[in-house]
């Protein structure tokens, strides 16, 4: 039982182009969320979070919003960079240190 | 400042040996958490440890499995008699005491390889 999804296993982008990557969440317990980027053979590298009492956070070239009457969320990404092609992990937890709930992960590909 | 830090980076070991993971959180975290990535899947939960103290082992397979955080260094997963499908990247991650959104910071990872 999947409890977040990321249901596009891959996207391919242009550069300079916005770049979307889709989170559905199914747990209503879930309050804080997360994005994790991930090159091959390394760690996750946390990108960006989001708390429920929000509906957006923006950090530099990269906003997350949230839906929660959807239980959904979205990592925009612009203008995107090559340098942005890994792997993006939507992650949520259900409050304190409770662990963290993946998703399996969408693969960008940013075109130059 | 160091980050978490993980040992061996990549390990392989035959059917039927042991494997031992090491993991040593970011300086002032007291909060480790243990994850799996097989090949081609996401990131699934395995246990989550305190020093000393088990917290949540949930995702933890009941047997062959096991993880401690000791008083004194790092955190280690262990896995007894391995067999092929333990293959796969084993993650830690840490995270600082009382804050209102869990963030963990992971390290680069132990690829495991059974032969």
């Known amino acids: 039982d999947q409890q977040v999804k990321q249901n596009s296993p891959s996207l391919s982008v242009q550069e300079g182009r916005i770049s979307i990557l889709n989170c559905d969440y199914t747990n209503s317990m879930f309050d804080y969320f997360l994005w994790y980027k991930k090159y091959p053979a390394e760690g996750p590298t946390f990108l960006i979070s989001i708390s429920s009492i929000k509906d957006k956070n923006e950090d530099g070239r990269f906003t997350v919003f949230l839906n929660k009457s959807a239980k959904h969320l979205s990592l925009h990404i612009v203008p995107s960079q090559p340098g942005d092609s890994a792997v993006y992990f939507c992650a949520a937890s259900a409050g304190g240190n409770t662990p963290l709930v993946f998703g399996k992960g969408t693969r960008l590909s940013v075109i130059a | 400042n160091a980050g978490v830090m993980q040992n061996p980076r990549h390990l392989v070991r035959r059917r039927g040996q042991e494997a031992r993971l090491r993991c040593s959180p970011m300086k002032g975290h007291s909060h480790v958490y243990w994850y799996r990535q097989l090949p081609e899947e996401g990131l699934k939960f395995m246990v989550y440890?305190?020093?000393?103290?088990?917290?949540?082992e949930s995702g933890m397979p009941k047997e062959r499995f096991s993880a401690e955080f000791p008083k004194e260094g790092p955190s280690i997963l262990r896995i007894q008699q391995v067999v092929r499908g333990d293959s796969a990247a084993y993650f830690c991650?840490?995270?600082?005491?009382?804050?209102?959104?869990?963030?963990?910071?992971f390290g680069e990872g132990s690829w495991l390889t059974v032969v």
């Open positions: 440890l305190q020093k000393e103290n088990i917290i949540d």
């Open positions: 991650a840490s995270s600082p005491q009382r804050q209102p959104g869990n963030t963990i910071y």
